[in-house]
Protein backbone atom coordinates (compact mmCIF):
# COMPACT_ATOMS: atom_id res chain seq x y z
CA UNK A 1 0.00 0.00 0.00
CA UNK A 2 1.32 3.62 -1.25
CA UNK A 3 0.66 6.51 1.41
CA UNK A 4 -2.43 6.85 3.83
CA UNK A 5 -4.24 10.16 3.49
CA UNK A 6 -6.62 11.38 6.24
CA UNK A 7 -9.46 13.90 4.91
CA UNK A 8 -11.07 16.07 7.85
CA UNK A 9 -14.92 16.79 6.73
CA UNK A 10 -16.78 19.49 8.64
CA UNK A 11 -19.41 19.60 5.43
CA UNK A 12 -17.78 23.65 5.06
CA UNK A 13 -16.79 24.86 1.77
CA UNK A 14 -13.19 24.53 3.04
CA UNK A 15 -13.35 21.39 3.81
CA UNK A 16 -15.48 20.57 0.12
CA UNK A 17 -12.50 22.13 -1.58
CA UNK A 18 -9.95 19.86 1.02
CA UNK A 19 -11.93 16.88 -0.58
CA UNK A 20 -11.52 17.68 -4.50
CA UNK A 21 -7.83 18.76 -3.51
CA UNK A 22 -7.12 15.21 -1.99
CA UNK A 23 -9.14 13.65 -5.04
CA UNK A 24 -6.46 14.84 -7.75
CA UNK A 25 -3.98 14.26 -5.41
CA UNK A 26 -4.87 10.70 -5.36
CA UNK A 27 -5.70 10.61 -9.37
CA UNK A 28 -2.12 11.25 -9.92
CA UNK A 29 -1.13 7.76 -7.62
CA UNK A 30 -3.81 5.26 -7.38
CA UNK A 31 -1.80 3.26 -4.94
CA UNK A 32 -2.99 5.77 -1.94
CA UNK A 33 -5.61 4.76 1.07
CA UNK A 34 -7.83 7.97 1.68
CA UNK A 35 -9.91 8.02 4.88
CA UNK A 36 -12.47 10.67 5.60
CA UNK A 37 -13.00 11.38 9.30
CA UNK A 38 -15.95 13.59 10.60
CA UNK A 39 -15.63 14.59 14.34
CA UNK A 40 -19.19 15.78 15.95
CA UNK A 41 -18.45 18.08 18.67
CA UNK A 42 -20.22 17.80 22.11
CA UNK A 43 -21.95 20.54 23.29
CA UNK A 44 -21.02 21.08 26.88
CA UNK A 45 -22.42 23.62 29.58
CA UNK A 46 -25.96 22.86 28.76
CA UNK A 47 -26.39 20.11 31.52
CA UNK A 48 -28.52 22.39 33.69
CA UNK A 49 -30.26 23.79 31.07
CA UNK A 50 -31.46 20.62 29.33
CA UNK A 51 -32.80 17.37 30.38
CA UNK A 52 -31.08 14.32 30.02
CA UNK A 53 -33.17 13.16 26.88
CA UNK A 54 -32.60 16.49 25.41
CA UNK A 55 -28.94 15.91 25.28
CA UNK A 56 -28.75 12.62 24.35
CA UNK A 57 -30.88 14.05 21.44
CA UNK A 58 -28.95 16.31 20.53
CA UNK A 59 -25.67 14.07 20.75
CA UNK A 60 -27.18 12.15 18.34
CA UNK A 61 -28.43 14.80 15.85
CA UNK A 62 -24.79 16.08 15.87
CA UNK A 63 -22.91 12.46 15.36
CA UNK A 64 -25.70 11.81 12.66
CA UNK A 65 -24.71 15.16 11.21
CA UNK A 66 -21.06 13.72 11.71
CA UNK A 67 -22.09 11.03 9.52
CA UNK A 68 -23.62 12.59 6.45
CA UNK A 69 -21.21 15.54 5.95
CA UNK A 70 -18.45 11.83 6.33
CA UNK A 71 -20.57 10.34 3.38
CA UNK A 72 -21.24 12.76 1.32
CA UNK A 73 -17.29 13.26 1.52
CA UNK A 74 -16.86 9.46 0.63
CA UNK A 75 -19.50 10.15 -2.46
CA UNK A 76 -17.34 12.40 -3.68
CA UNK A 77 -14.21 10.58 -3.57
CA UNK A 78 -16.06 7.93 -4.94
CA UNK A 79 -17.73 10.04 -7.68
CA UNK A 80 -13.77 10.14 -8.73
CA UNK A 81 -13.17 6.73 -8.94
CA UNK A 82 -11.27 6.63 -5.52
CA UNK A 83 -12.44 4.81 -2.79
CA UNK A 84 -12.50 5.54 0.80
CA UNK A 85 -13.16 4.81 4.22
CA UNK A 86 -15.29 6.47 6.64
CA UNK A 87 -14.44 7.40 10.37
CA UNK A 88 -16.88 9.26 12.30
CA UNK A 89 -15.74 9.96 16.36
CA UNK A 90 -17.08 12.39 18.83
CA UNK A 91 -15.69 14.77 21.12
CA UNK A 92 -12.60 17.42 20.49
CA UNK A 93 -12.20 17.57 16.89
CA UNK A 94 -8.23 18.75 16.84
CA UNK A 95 -7.80 16.11 19.34
CA UNK A 96 -9.56 13.05 17.55
CA UNK A 97 -7.89 14.02 14.25
CA UNK A 98 -4.34 13.92 15.20
CA UNK A 99 -4.82 11.05 17.34
CA UNK A 100 -6.39 8.84 14.18
CA UNK A 101 -3.77 10.11 12.27
CA UNK A 102 -0.90 9.13 14.72
CA UNK A 103 -2.58 5.36 15.53
CA UNK A 104 -3.24 4.78 11.80
CA UNK A 105 0.20 5.65 10.89
CA UNK A 106 -1.38 8.02 8.10
CA UNK A 107 1.41 10.05 6.15
CA UNK A 108 -0.36 13.50 6.12
CA UNK A 109 -3.37 15.13 6.57
CA UNK A 110 -5.73 16.96 4.39
CA UNK A 111 -8.91 19.69 6.13
CA UNK A 112 -9.70 23.07 5.06
CA UNK A 113 -8.16 26.12 6.78
CA UNK A 114 -11.25 26.97 8.50
CA UNK A 115 -14.18 25.22 9.11
CA UNK A 116 -18.18 24.96 10.03
CA UNK A 117 -17.07 26.78 13.42
CA UNK A 118 -15.17 29.75 12.11
CA UNK A 119 -14.67 33.30 12.17
CA UNK A 120 -14.60 34.82 8.91
CA UNK A 121 -11.75 37.33 9.74
CA UNK A 122 -9.39 34.72 11.05
CA UNK A 123 -7.01 33.38 8.94
CA UNK A 124 -6.60 29.88 10.11
CA UNK A 125 -9.53 28.08 12.60
CA UNK A 126 -8.66 26.91 15.86
CA UNK A 127 -9.17 23.27 14.91
CA UNK A 128 -6.78 23.24 11.78
CA UNK A 129 -4.41 25.50 13.92
CA UNK A 130 -4.50 23.05 16.36
CA UNK A 131 -4.25 19.97 14.07
CA UNK A 132 -1.01 21.69 12.36
CA UNK A 133 0.65 22.32 15.48
CA UNK A 134 -0.08 18.41 17.32
CA UNK A 135 -0.14 16.17 13.96
CA UNK A 136 2.41 13.45 14.31
CA UNK A 137 2.41 13.93 10.61
CA UNK A 138 2.66 17.06 7.88
CA UNK A 139 -0.81 18.73 6.82
CA UNK A 140 -2.14 20.50 3.93
CA UNK A 141 -4.89 23.53 4.80
CA UNK A 142 -7.15 23.93 1.69
CA UNK A 143 -8.64 27.12 1.57
Do not use: W
Not at 20 to 47: D, P, Q
Not at 50 to 69: D, F, I, K
Amino acid sequence: MGYKILVASDGSDNSRRAVEYAARLVARNRAVKVTVISVARMVTGLESLLAPESLVALAEASVEQARRVAEGARRSLEENGIPAEVVVEKGDPAEIICDLAEKGNYDFIVMGMRGSGGFKGVEAGSVSRRVVKQASCPVTLVR
